[in-house]
Every structure is written in C-alpha cells, then in structure tokens.
Nanobody, 121 residues
C-alpha cells in the first residue's frame, strides 16, 4: 500500500559527504514521523535521526552536529545530509515512515529496502 524508495548511498572517503533521499508513495493519508535507521554488520539496527510532520527532530548522539534531517511534506520525502563521515558510519541505511493510509484505520510502519553507505579510504 505504501512504498518507500531510497537513493543516495555509495562509497565516500572519511570526511566526505553524502545525501540520502527517501520518497514515500501509495495510499497515503498522512505521514507522522519519517526517519532513518542504520544497521552495520553484526550489529542491531539503530535509529540515526527522525523528524515529525511539524519539523521536530532528534538525532543519535553519534551523529549530532554532522548529520541533518529534513523533510518535504508536499513530496512525502525525507532527506539525510551526512557530513564529516567516519568509517564507523558504514552501514545499510533504512528509511522508515509512520503512515496513516487511506484504506484502513490506524498508523502503520513502513520501511525502505535499504541503501549501502560505505566510508573508506
């Protein structure tokens, strides 16, 4: 019913930047929270950053001051600008959205397919 499509991952050197995008489409009535999670090999998936429809944000301590989340509500799209990247930022990054759909009551979690970010020299 709802699809999340991510783009923008890749290979970057330490200190470099990447911008991730995630566009939601489908039977969307409204989107409450959109966010980014990441999962490194052998580790649990962790929240990187999230943003509400009103623009309130939160960040993992490990990315504060380096990553910036933003959102275009008209396009149902969330962005993650990642600066000063470190090797420990290497992971698969997943987009998440909490969505009210048009076809049934309630809110539902949806996930993107993931995009690889590799920080290496």
């Amino acid at each position: 019913q709802v699809q999340l499509v991510e783009s923008g991952g890749g290979l970057v050197q330490p200190g470099g930047s990447l911008r991730l995008s995630c566009a939601a489409s489908g039977s969307i009535f409204s989107i409450n929270v959109m966010g980014w999670y990441r999962q490194a090999p052998g580790k649990q998936r962790e929240l990187v950053s999230a943003i509400t429809s009103g623009g309130s944000t939160n960040y993992a301590n490990s990315v504060k001051g380096r990553f910036t989340i933003s959102r275009d509500n008209a396009k149902n799209t969330v962005y993650l600008q990642m600066n000063s990247l470190k090797p420990e930022d290497t992971a698969v990054y997943y987009c998440n959205a909490v969505v009210r759909v048009t076809t049934m009551p309630g809110k539902y979690d949806y996930w993107g397919q993931g995009t690889q970010v590799t920080v290496s020299s």
